[in-house]
């Protein structure tokens, strides 16, 4: 493997700093692999592992949207908007001369990456929706129907404080946990970098509140009534849809998405829930690697 070296930097965007970090060069063939996190606000510290990627000849770009990890944390919730995200992405492709790029959304950043695709921005050779969604409200049925599967106890737990408004409390953490070890990450301990996001995340969760709610399946946000079920047909890349099987992006959401999408196709990892780029590193980087290159041969 080449030795890669990283860059980091801010781009200047309404005002506010958005932090980027770019691995390796460009080799020649090879389309630079864009990332985006999920959340909405949880930073882009977890997609580590897609850094490999950059040993074989290939940049991969990540950023912090605002509101999160290593970008400014502008207080304007009237602004935390599908829109805006778009934009920036605009703009990050523009400062970083990104005219070409492979554009590989994570959960929410799935979500961003659709409807960026549905407004028609040239130079996109191809998508990858990692463990994301086309309908909130097929998700939080799935949702929903994981979480009729945890323990009385702990389903008590989340009933109660939803009832009560009262969601920061220690207690409730801890039976989301209960769901997030089953089906984020079943690694125990969770491995470091995925710990770090979920730190950061935790530290300044206001976009995450304020788009989507407060649990996985407690959906009070402005993202509630997103749905691009019905325009999935328009996204014309080649596309690759990945999710693990204990997966909170279920394998009927994954089916959703390949249905609509024309000729996509589906990977579903075995060992995975939620984060199968850091539960099953090896064979994610493989399976995307080979789908990159598939597509520049094309």
């Known amino acids: ?17 958005t932090w980027y970090r770019m691995v390796g060069g460009d080799a020649e063939g090879k389309t630079p692999l864009l990332c985006l996190h ?4 949880c930073p882009h510290d977890y997609l580590e592992p897609l850094e490999a990627i950059a040993e074989t000849g ?10 999160c990890g290593n970008s400014s944390y502008p207080q304007e919730p009237d602004g935390w908007t ?34 960026y695709l549905l407004g028609k921005p040239a130079g996109v050779e191809s998508l990858i929706l990692a463990s994301s969604l086309s309908s909130v409200k097929q998700w939080t049925d799935e949702a929903n129907r994981l979480r009729s599967e945890l323990p009385p106890d702990v389903r008590a737990v989340l009933d109660r404080h939803e009832a009560a408004g009262t ?18 990450c079943r690694l125990i301990p969770w491995p470091e970098c995925l710990t770090r996001a979920f730190e950061k995340y935790s530290a ?15 959906m009070t946000g402005t993202l509630k009534d997103w749905d691009v079920t019905d325009r999935l047909g328009e996204i014309r890349v080649p596309t690759l849809i990945t999710s693990g099987r204990y997966d909170e992006s279920t394998p009927a959401i994954a089916d959703t998405l390949q249905r609509g999408i024309p000729h996509a196709r589906s990977v579903i990892f075995e060992h995975s829930a939620h984060a199968s780029q850091v539960e099953e590193p090896d064979d994610y980087l493989r399976v995307l690697g080979q789908f990159l290159d598939e597509v520049e041969r094309a």
């Open 38 to 41: 999920g959340g909405p606000g």
């Open 1 to 17: 493997m080449n030795k890669v070296g990283a860059v980091e930097g801010v781009i200047p965007f309404e005002g506010h700093e």
């Open 82 to 115: 599908m829109q805006h995200f778009i934009q920036e992405l605009d703009a990050v492709r523009g400062a970083l001369g990104l005219s070409r790029v492979h554009l590989l959304g994570q959960s929410w950043g799935g979500m961003l990456a659709l409807d």
């Open 204 to 218: 300044q969760p206001e976009v995450y509140f304020t788009m989507w709610g407060p649990s996985e399946f407690h």
């Open 167 to 184: 969601t920061d409390a220690p207690d409730y953490h801890d039976a989301m946990m209960a769901f997030y070890n089953r089906h984020v």
């Open 58 to 67: 290939r940049r991969v770009i990540f950023y912090d949207q605002l509101g």
